[in-house]
């Protein structure tokens, strides 16, 4: 049977999703293909169709998570002023959240950074220098003189907090959210200093 290019890319686009919001809750080693293509509701077989393995699919998600982010999402509105910086930092600090349709890249589990895998570190590498790349732009229209600093910091500083969080039971884990939320707003503030601030 033929399918047209339309319905191909539709089904490479279930599959990605699918395995974006299972290596993102999950990381690279606890996710299946069995599990990837039983949540996009597809066969092993059209699977091989589009990827050749797990790595390069994981490859894959991790550009569409990071293309199809939160950050992504709203560059234009935060430029706009109607999104702002302290917003980003609460949700994306705000990891276990149910976003069905654009996880999150800053709840991939950090061991994914030091994978025995070259193409899955070099593919979290990748999402990460993404991740810092949006949020210095997003500093640099702010006028912040340290832009790609600031937004290095602050990315390492959220995926910690994040991968820290996922070990503490509550209430010690809203707790330990807030009190970082308010170090990285703090912080994101004082690099803006001569600029509009964060808050709003």
Same mark, same amino acid.
């Given at each position: 049977?033929?399918y /047209?290019?339309?319905?191909?890319?539709?089904?490479?686009q279930?599959?990605?999703? @699918?395995a974006a919001?299972?290596?993102?809750?999950?990381g690279?080693?606890?996710?299946?293909l /069995?599990?990837?293509?039983?949540?996009?509701?597809m066969?092993?077989?059209?699977?091989?169709?589009?990827?050749?393995?797990?790595? *390069?699919?994981y490859? @894959?998600?991790?550009?569409?998570a990071t293309?199809?982010?939160? !950050?992504?999402?709203?560059?234009?509105?935060?430029?706009?002023?109607? /999104?702002?910086?302290?917003?980003?930092?609460t949700?994306?600090?705000s !990891? *276990?959240?149910?976003?069905?349709?654009?996880? *999150?890249?800053? %709840?991939?589990?950090v061991?994914?950074?030091?994978?025995?895998e070259?193409?899955?570190?070099?593919?979290?590498?990748?999402? +990460?220098?993404?991740l810092?790349?949006r949020?210095?732009?997003?500093?640099?229209?702010?006028?912040s003189?340290?832009?790609e600093?600031? @937004?290095? %910091?602050?990315?390492v500083s959220l995926?910690? /907090?994040?991968?820290?969080? $996922?070990? +503490?039971?509550?209430?010690?884990?809203?707790?330990?959210?807030?009190?970082?939320?308010?170090?990285?707003?703090? $912080?994101?503030?004082?690099g803006?200093?001569n600029? %509009?601030?964060? %808050?709003?």
């Open positions: 049977m033929s /047209t290019p339309r319905h191909k890319e539709q089904t490479r279930r599959i990605l999703q @699918a919001k299972l290596f993102c809750s999950n690279f080693d606890r996710v299946t /069995t599990q990837i293509m039983k949540k996009a509701n066969t092993h077989g059209a699977f091989y169709a589009h990827f050749s393995g797990k790595s *390069s699919l490859e @894959a998600a991790m550009q569409f293309s199809n982010g939160f !950050w992504a999402r709203n560059d234009k509105q935060t430029e706009n002023n109607e /999104t702002h910086l302290k917003a980003l930092v949700r994306y600090l !990891w *276990s959240r149910s976003d069905k349709e654009h996880p *999150s890249p800053l %709840e991939f589990l061991t994914d950074a030091a994978h025995k070259e193409k899955v570190r070099q593919a979290y590498q990748a999402c +990460f220098d993404s810092v790349d949020l210095a732009g997003i500093l640099k229209k702010r006028g003189q340290e832009a600093a600031l @937004a290095e %910091e602050t990315v995926v910690g /907090t994040v991968a820290i969080a $996922r070990s +503490f039971a509550q209430p010690l884990q809203s707790d330990f959210l807030k009190r970082a939320q308010e170090r990285i707003v703090n $912080r994101l503030n004082s803006l200093k600029s %509009e601030p964060v %808050e709003g």
